[in-house]
């Protein structure tokens, strides 16, 4: 078993200086995410686009709590969310085709490559079927140019006048099929790019939406910054404790444990730093009876704000009035 282990990290590791290289190709500014140590976490590298990925030798050996995780910090810190893995149930990924584990995008490092290369990295797998992106503009321009309304293009097609229509509005896209025949009939023009923000606000941000409310209800502290306007959700495999935002305002909270050492709390509030960075939130660090070692809290206060836990609900208003 620990030989398993040992050769799962050591192809992680592989996979993750690839995604590496490729985003520094790319010129893309990108930070490692290393809190927790030795155990799971939901985030591995965070990208100053607004990008947060997840490394996995096979996306399917990925928790339901990383991939939890993942979502809420992707909508709460307005970011897409990607996994990068070599294979999915042990079958490994085709370059060009982005799948998808639980509603986020799966890829290999091939394709995230030709994806930052701007290459047209079309066909997508969500919820049991392949899809095409397809540029609107361009299919209402060519559906134009022929004379056809939508209900005779949808009935050339095998489709409804409905489906057309999202179609050009890009609120959805064809099946492989339903792809083929608008490619036989207008040409490889129509074919568009994915956007992995767009495929997460689609996809994530919906369910996260849904469940912020549920959420709030099961757990005090949330609750309160419910009550007071802040949207926050808990996160539990990675740097933060908890991301809220009001509005366009994100804010992490890292808060010292009664019990955890001053180790963890800067290791913690350390890697928050990078994410924020990368992502743009604003950091409090909420402390305990035992405070924090001064040396430490001294180099951190440049980028954290510290607060003393029974004054975190007088922060909160603040945040909220400003």
Request: hydrophobic content about 40%; charged content about 35%.
């Amino acid at each position: 078993m620990r030989r398993t282990s040992s050769i799962r990290d050591e192809r992680i590791a592989v996979i993750l200086r690839k995604t590496l290289d490729i985003l520094k190709k790319h010129n893309m500014d990108a930070d490692i995410i290393e809190y927790p140590r030795g155990e799971r976490r939901s985030v591995d590298i965070v990208v100053n686009k607004r990008i947060i990925i997840k490394i996995g030798r096979d996306a399917s050996e990925i928790s339901r709590e990383e991939i939890e995780d993942l979502k809420l910090a992707s909508k709460m810190l307005d970011s897409a969310a990607v996994i990068i893995s070599e294979t999915y149930l042990n079958e490994d990924l085709e370059p060009g085709v982005v799948m998808d584990r639980s509603d986020i995008s799966v890829m290999d490092p091939e394709t995230l490559d030709l994806y930052l290369s701007n290459e047209k990295v079309a066909i997508y797998y969500k919820r049991g079927h392949f899809f095409v992106k397809i540029n609107g503009v361009a299919l209402h321009r060519k559906r134009i140019e022929r004379m056809l309304s939508l209900g005779e293009l949808a009935e050339m097609i095998g489709t409804s006048r409905k489906a057309v229509y999202e179609y050009e509005r890009e609120a959805m896209d064809p099946s492989i099929e339903t792809a083929q025949k608008l490619i036989e009939l207008f040409g490889e023009e129509i074919v568009s790019r994915i956007d992995l923000h767009e495929l997460t606000e689609r996809y994530v941000y919906g369910y996260v939406n849904k469940i912020l409310k549920i959420h709030a209800q099961e757990d005090p502290m949330l609750r309160k910054m419910y009550e007071m306007g802040i949207e926050a959700v808990k996160l539990k495999r990675t740097a933060p404790d908890i991301v809220g935002r009001i509005e366009d305002q994100k804010t992490a909270l890292v808060i010292q444990r009664d019990r955890g050492d001053d180790n963890e709390m800067v290791e913690k509030i350390v890697n928050t730093i990078k994410i924020c960075a990368k992502l743009g939130c604003e950091i409090y660090a909420v402390l305990s009876n035992r405070g924090i070692d001064r040396e430490a809290k001294k180099k951190l206060e440049d980028n954290v704000t510290f607060v003393e836990r029974e004054k975190l609900e007088h922060l909160l208003k603040n945040l909220v009035r400003r």
